[in-house]
């Protein structure tokens, strides 16, 4: 037996009431400092989503003085997030940032980019004349220069990307807390709570070409603002995800493709699960949020269960979210959509191989010309459940609109399952009035 998880277990069991508690004390869907809760020390509250289940996500909420940390630069936020060794590095910790923290920055804290990551061998005029499918062909890339290219990918990943271990609360002080041109990355780590940041532009300086992705290839990016990979019992709450001042939309055309320089916003993946993702903002991204990341993945059976609630998610091209496999809650959710580039409506939720999901009272303003059909799309999924939402304040049939766009196909309207870990469901009328209200970073 592991004793150090049994004690864990133990431990959260008998302090989650207490510290759920206090979370309860803030009040009022937008969370808080009512009450003088330190948001920093709330855990998620009892039947919050997903990440409520069983014993529950306090993060830090139980830290000692001394493992809470102020940071304010990329080498005190790794300091603070990898500080301990042995037993103590599950002990709770409490992450606060100030300020913006950027993530591609040496070690004197001075802006680094493209050249300072480029292997020596590596070029992007080169790459582009070798692997040109008009002559190199639809293979993948090979040799000298996809090698050099994989260098240079290797290390900006070692820079940019930030892992955050168990048993943590990062929690930015005040609404300007951010971190950008980087990726926060839980990996194989439980009961982490996120809340309160502004994150932008996880910027891939070196994206891969694939000739066989889709009709003509697509160019792929490695990171997301945050990612989830085994992850369970996570609370992501009042955080404002974008691209930052380099939208993809801006990038330059290579074989015919755009150059695509970000992944996703918010991406949950490799049998995560329990996770609560409430009150954030999602904006002008294409590929905004993926739960599932393959339909080979059959291990992710019975995992990804994931509830999104009270976001908004605005000007989204797609993926808001995409889900394979996952039961996934989506209620009280915002839409904004537009039909003008960039980032023109694809569609809002994205039904995929073996998914569970169950949508309730969520809303819709669209511009003329979105009607129900795009509202989601079918991928490869078989199920969808969805009841009391609104499209301009009117109600809408999204299982209709789904079996009129793919007629032929059987779609069930059972899921097989009904979400119990949520509180009150807000009526669809008052959904975009709490929402924008709420949502985003600098809220609490």
Same mark, same amino acid.
Request: glycine residues 12%.
């Given at each position: 037996?592991?004793?150090?998880?049994?004690?864990?277990?133990?431990?959260?069991?008998?302090?989650?009431?207490?510290?759920?508690?206090?979370?309860?004390?803030?009040?009022?869907?937008?969370?808080?400092?009512?009450?003088?809760?330190?948001?920093?020390?709330?855990?998620?509250?009892?039947?919050?989503?997903?990440?409520?289940?069983?014993?529950?996500?306090?993060?830090?909420?139980?830290?000692?003085?001394?493992?809470?940390?102020?940071?304010?630069?990329?080498? @005190?936020?790794?300091?603070?997030?990898?500080?301990? +060794?042995?037993?103590?590095?599950?002990? =709770?910790?409490?992450?606060?940032?100030?300020?913006?923290?950027?993530?591609?920055?040496?070690?004197?804290?001075?802006?680094?980019?493209?050249?300072?990551?480029?292997?020596?061998?590596?070029?992007?005029?080169?790459?582009?004349?070798?692997?040109?499918?008009?002559?190199?062909?639809?293979?993948?890339?090979?040799? =000298?220069?996809?090698?050099?290219?994989?260098?240079?990918?290797?290390?900006?990943?070692?820079?940019?990307?930030?892992?955050?271990?168990?048993?943590?609360?990062?929690?930015?002080?005040?609404?300007?807390?951010?971190?950008?041109?980087?990726?926060?990355?839980?990996?194989?780590?439980?009961?982490?709570?996120?809340?309160?940041?502004?994150?932008?532009?996880?910027?891939?300086?070196?994206?891969?070409?694939?000739?066989?992705?889709?009709?003509?290839?697509?160019?792929?990016?490695?990171?997301?603002?945050?990612?989830?990979?085994?992850?369970? *019992?996570?609370?992501?709450?009042?955080?404002?995800?974008?691209?930052?001042?380099?939208?993809?939309?801006?990038?330059?055309?290579?074989?015919?493709?755009?150059?695509?320089?970000? +992944?996703?916003?918010?991406?949950?993946?490799?049998?995560?699960?329990?996770?609560?993702?409430?009150?954030?903002?999602? &904006?002008? *991204?294409?590929?905004?949020?993926?739960?599932?990341?393959?339909?080979?993945?059959?291990?992710? @059976?019975?995992?990804? &269960?994931?509830?999104?609630?009270?976001?908004?998610?605005?000007?989204?091209?797609?993926?808001?979210?995409?889900?394979?496999?996952?039961?996934?809650?989506?209620?009280?959710?915002?839409?904004?959509?537009?039909?003008?580039?960039?980032?023109?409506?694809?569609?809002?939720?994205?039904?995929?191989?073996?998914?569970?999901?169950?949508?309730?009272?969520?809303?819709?303003?669209? =511009? =003329?010309?979105?009607?129900?059909?795009?509202?989601?799309?079918?991928? &490869?999924?078989?199920?969808?459940?969805?009841?009391?939402?609104?499209?301009?304040?009117?109600?809408?049939?999204?299982?209709?609109?789904?079996?009129?766009?793919?007629?032929?196909?059987?779609?069930?309207?059972?899921?097989?399952?009904?979400?119990?870990?949520?509180?009150?469901?807000?009526?669809?009328?008052?959904?975009?009035?709490?929402?924008?209200?709420?949502?985003?970073?600098?809220?609490?």
């Amino acid at each position: 037996m592991n004793t150090r998880f049994s004690r864990r277990t133990a431990c959260l069991a008998a302090i989650t009431c207490v510290v759920a508690l206090a979370g309860c004390a803030a009040g009022g869907p937008g969370g808080g400092q009512a009450g003088g809760i330190d948001p920093a020390r709330q855990a998620l509250v009892s039947k919050d989503g997903w990440a409520a289940d069983g014993t529950g996500t306090t993060g830090g909420a139980r830290a000692r003085p001394d493992r809470v940390f102020d940071v304010r630069n990329r080498a @005190e936020l790794v300091a603070a997030l990898g500080r301990a +060794d042995g037993d103590a590095a599950s002990e =709770p910790r409490i992450v606060r940032v100030h300020g913006a923290i950027d993530l591609s920055v040496d070690d004197a804290n001075r802006s680094i980019g493209f050249e300072a990551f480029r292997d020596p061998a590596f070029s992007w005029d080169a790459y582009f004349q070798a692997y040109d499918p008009a002559t190199w062909g639809r293979q993948p890339p090979a040799g =000298p220069l996809e090698d050099a290219r994989l260098r240079s990918a290797r290390n900006q990943a070692a820079r940019v990307v930030v892992t955050v271990p168990s048993n943590t609360t990062l929690i930015g002080v005040g609404a300007d807390a951010s971190i950008v041109n980087g990726m926060l990355l839980l990996s194989k780590v439980e009961n982490i709570i996120i809340r309160n940041l502004r994150f932008a532009d996880a910027f891939d300086h070196f994206p891969a070409w694939d000739p066989k992705d889709n009709a003509g290839g697509e160019w792929n990016s490695e990171y997301d603002n945050v990612s989830l990979r085994g992850a369970r *019992h996570v609370w992501i709450d009042h955080c404002s995800f974008g691209d930052g001042t380099r939208p993809d939309n801006t990038a330059q055309t290579a074989f015919g493709r755009p150059m695509q320089h970000h +992944d996703g916003l918010l991406d949950i993946t490799l049998q995560s699960s329990f996770v609560t993702v409430s009150y954030n903002h999602f &904006k002008e *991204h294409d590929k905004t949020s993926l739960v599932g990341s393959s339909d080979g993945q059959t291990d992710d @059976e019975g995992q990804l &269960k994931v509830s999104f609630h009270h976001n908004l998610w605005e000007y989204t091209k797609e993926r808001s979210p995409r889900v394979r496999y996952g039961q996934v809650h989506l209620y009280n959710n915002l839409y904004v959509v537009r039909t003008a580039q960039p980032y023109a409506h694809g569609y809002s939720i994205g039904i995929g191989f073996r998914s569970r999901i169950f949508s309730e009272n969520n809303a819709w303003e669209t =511009p =003329p010309g979105v009607g129900t059909k795009a509202l989601t799309k079918l991928w &490869k999924g078989s199920a969808f459940r969805d009841r009391g939402s609104l499209l301009n304040g009117q109600p809408v049939d999204l299982l209709a609109g789904l079996r009129d766009a793919n007629p032929g196909v059987s779609v069930d309207g059972e899921v097989g399952w009904t979400p119990w870990l949520h509180g009150v469901v807000e009526p669809t009328g008052e959904v975009a009035r709490s929402v924008r209200a709420s949502a985003g970073a600098g809220r609490l």
